[in-house]
Every structure is written in C-alpha cells, then in structure tokens.
C-alpha cells in the first residue's frame, strides 16, 4: 500500500507541474497501475486519516482529485471521489495547512473546488487562486474561466458523456464552439489589461 510521501512524490517530483494537468494515455496508465488500488481504498473512505497536516492532505487531494482523472479518463469514477476532495480542500483552507506549502504545489489545495460543480466552491477557488497563489495569475484565470461555466450552466458540459447525462443544445453548442478552451480565451481576453 502506497504512503503520502510515495503519492507526493510521484505527482511533485516524477510528473511535475508541467504534468499536472497535461493527461495522456501512458501516464494514465501508469497512474492504474501504481495508485488505482489507493484510489479504490479512497473511494471506500479508508484514506480519511490522511486529512491531517499539509502533506497528509495534500496527498489524498492528488488521490481523490488529481490522479482519479487519470486512472478514470473518460468514466464516471473519474468524478466519484470529488464530494471527498472537495471536504478536505475546505477543511485545509480552514485550518490555514495550504499556507505551509510552497507554490507552485499550493494550488493543488484548491483544484477539487475549481473542479466543484458548486457556485459555492467556484466562488472561493477564485478567491483562493486569487489571493493565495499571486504569483500565478494564469491559476486565477482558469478558475474564473471554471466559474463562468457553471454560472452558465450550473455544470461542466464537458463530463456529459462520462456522467450520462444528456446534453443540452445550449451546451451542446458551448462544446462545438471550443468548450473550456473558448471560455479561457474569452476570459483572458476580458482580463487584459486595458480591456
């Protein structure tokens, strides 16, 4: 069974931030053979020890949030440890643990509320990305372009087909139109200086 500090540094130092969000089938792959049983322990709620402590949470935030997309690329399980993320995300903040560790891992402490189909959780992952990891304004706009889709919609259009859930025109067009990718364009657009 894996540890906190084998999880963190598989995602801290083996992926690396240029990896954190970058996907692909042989990291994915290599994310089930390494951690899907971890996950799976997760999922049934035996990691919860874990939320103690900055590096503790950490980990089980990269479990239950980070590496879930990638063992799960595609499914609905990619989403079904998201309500355990999201509790420990706010647990973190609330007790100032986020605020121990370094950027850039920091923003890994508010990527299950950005994920969060909650406005809500939307509106303090744009906070926190705002406030709490400066340096990176790139973060904040990505969490205001999350924001703005689930104002829109009150859901990301883009987990439709993995969830089972039927697509809207609106959404449907929203995704045939360039989806997130559009939406990010739109806000950097807005948020440029001078806009």
Same mark, same amino acid.
């Given at each position: 069974?894996? !540890?906190?500090? %084998? ?5 801290? *130092? ?6 954190w ?22 999922h ?7 939320v ?8 089980y935030?990269? /479990?239950?949030?980070q590496l ?7 499914? #609905? ?12 995300a ?45 340096? !990176?304004? %790139? ?8 924001q703005? /889709? ?7 259009p ?20 360039? *989806? ?8 950097r #657009?807005?948020?440029a200086?001078?806009?």
């Amino acid at each position: 069974m894996s !540890d906190p500090v %084998e999880v963190l540094d598989f995602r801290l *130092g083996e992926v690396g931030p240029e990896g954190w969000y970058a996907g692909g089938e042989a990291l994915d792959a290599e994310c089930r053979l390494r951690f899907g049983d971890l996950w799976q322990v997760a999922h049934e709620g035996g990691l919860e020890h874990w939320v103690e402590g900055a590096a503790g949470t950490l980990a089980y935030l990269v /479990i239950c949030d980070q590496l879930a997309r990638n063992i799960h690329r595609g499914r #609905a399980e990619a989403f079904a440890t998201d309500a355990k993320a999201q509790a420990a995300a706010r647990k973190v903040v609330a007790a100032g643990w986020d605020l121990e560790a370094p950027e850039p891992e920091r923003q890994l402490f508010y990527m299950p509320l950005e994920h969060s189909e909650d406005a809500a959780d939307q509106a303090l992952a744009v906070q926190l990305l705002t406030e709490r990891l400066a340096s !990176d304004p %790139e973060m904040a706009l990505h969490a205001r372009a999350h924001q703005a /889709i689930i104002a829109r919609f009150g859901r990301f259009p883009f987990r439709n087909a993995a969830l089972g859930r039927e697509t809207t025109p609106e959404e449907a067009e929203f995704l045939a139109n360039g *989806g997130y990718a559009a939406e990010v364009a739109r806000q950097r #657009a807005s948020h440029a200086p001078g806009a």
